[in-house]
């Protein structure tokens, strides 16, 4: 039995021995489990229900439509005297590159577009530019290492520079002319400049050979020779294969996937030379076997419809049917009227407004 004893000092306590039966200010009543778990549901799905109002609004403020077209433009030479419909003057270049961050596109590369990573701001609109052939009008160096201001990269940069926002990246589609260095060390030191300074490297196959009614083998033999050609030179695997000429093997998951020897591939995309704009890669119409590509050319001859100027323009008056940013790289927005369109296994990333 407990006793109480007075202190020298006066004060009453417990003897040794006695049981303390009142709670002390650091001991906690026992929680009800329950209860806690229940109360913390409830807060994180409050805390859910908040965020994604919040998102549809931001959403709806942007006008976003992430389910929207996306136009992938082709470009080859930037040369002064065109010898071809494929030919860009420096001029025409730098004209088309600023219609485009005046209209609210931002580029983005290949690999970004087909793995749907495209962080862009909200409100703007992605644009693919792409690069055939490797030639020395896109990308030049100088003695120090620099682009030379006339070459595709150069000019991409100085409108990027003059239009904040307006990224230089691109996509260059490399085959063994290699931007018209001969020597492996010459080869590496280009592939590796676009690598650290942010562009994309694609395969277009080592020989640029029309694909085309070719047998299994021999198409596997050439995508994985251009796909070696990169990656014996530089630490990075294409994502995207550019066929040649946009002509399909008569098989066309052969062009994405397969393999040769000891070297294999599996990309995400694979580009034509099409022309209409490509679809959204959360669109439930978007195909990585056959991507359409846009020329670059004027409203003249077959391209008053089909080819650059004239898809900018369309897109331009029609702006609900062009991808639209939310600016959120974790969501996939869009009105709810456009739900039909909507990939299923993007379902958990949707932002319907």
Not at 65 to 70: D, M
Not at 97 to 115: F, N, Q, S
Not at 216 to 241: F, S, Y
Request: aromatic share 8%; proline share 7%; hydrophobic share 35%.
């Amino acid at each position: 039995m407990s006793r109480l004893r007075i202190s020298r000092t006066g004060v009453a306590v417990v003897a040794a021995g006695a049981a303390l039966t009142a709670c002390m200010p650091w001991q906690s009543e026992p929680e009800d489990k329950k209860v806690t778990a229940a109360a913390k549901a409830s807060a994180a799905a409050a805390e859910k229900a908040t965020a994604l109002k919040a998102r549809k609004a931001r959403a709806a403020k942007a006008k976003a439509n992430e389910l929207g077209q996306i136009p992938v433009l082709m470009y080859h030479r930037v040369i002064e005297k065109p010898t071809n419909t494929d030919d860009r003057t420096p001029k025409q270049f730098r004209t088309e590159l600023e219609r485009l961050a005046k209209e609210g596109y931002v580029p983005i590369t290949a690999a970004e577009y087909v793995t749907g990573k495209i962080g862009i701001p909200e409100g703007r609109h992605p644009v693919v530019l792409t690069f055939d052939d490797s030639s020395p009008s896109q990308l030049t160096l100088d003695g120090s290492g620099m682009p030379a201001p006339d070459t595709a990269i150069g000019i991409l940069q100085d409108v990027a520079k003059n239009n904040p926002g307006f990224r230089p990246v691109a996509t260059f589609y490399v085959t063994r002319d290699m931007f018209g260095k001969a020597t492996p060390e010459e080869q590496t030191q280009m592939l590796m400049w676009l690598h650290e300074n942010g562009f994309d490297i694609g395969n277009h196959t080592k020989n640029h050979e029309n694909l085309l009614g070719k047998p299994k083998k021999q198409v596997h033999d050439e995508i994985a020779a251009g796909h070696r050609l990169i990656t014996d030179l530089i630490p990075a695997k294409p994502v995207t294969l550019a066929l040649p000429y946009g002509n399909q093997p008569s098989t066309k998951e052969w062009g994405r996937k397969g393999a040769s020897g000891k070297v294999s591939y599996d990309y995400g995309g694979v580009f034509l030379a099409g022309y209409t704009p490509g679809a959204s890669p959360f669109n439930k119409d978007f195909d990585p076997l056959g991507i359409p590509r846009i020329r670059s050319m004027d409203k003249k001859g077959d391209c008053v419809k089909f080819c650059s100027t004239a898809w900018l323009d369309w897109l331009e008056k029609n702006p609900g049917e062009r991808f639209t940013s939310d600016g959120d790289v974790r969501t996939v927005a869009y009105p709810k009227f456009k739900a039909p369109f909507m990939a299923k296994r993007f379902t958990g990333y949707a932002v319907a407004y």
